[in-house]
């Protein structure tokens, strides 16, 4: 049996940014755990963020 996987995300410096920071960082964690059909499900969410991120 696999152990479990703890992803602990980072405290962000700016604390207006908490949510928007901790949202990408979950959705990164999931596309990193996801399987190859998962993945494309995550990625569309992750590409609302782009304009916020380029």
């Known amino acids: ?7 602990t995300p980072q405290n962000p ?3 207006e940014q908490d949510a928007f920071i901790l949202e990408l960082q979950r959705l990164l964690a999931c596309y ?3 399987s190859k059909e998962d993945r494309q499900i995550v990625w569309a ?10």
Do not use: D, F, R
């Open 1 to 7: 049996m696999s152990e479990p996987i703890t992803i």
């Open 13 to 15: 410096n700016i604390p």
């Open 32 to 34: 990193q755990l996801a």
């Open 45 to 54: 969410a992750l590409n609302k963020y782009v304009p916020h991120i380029i």
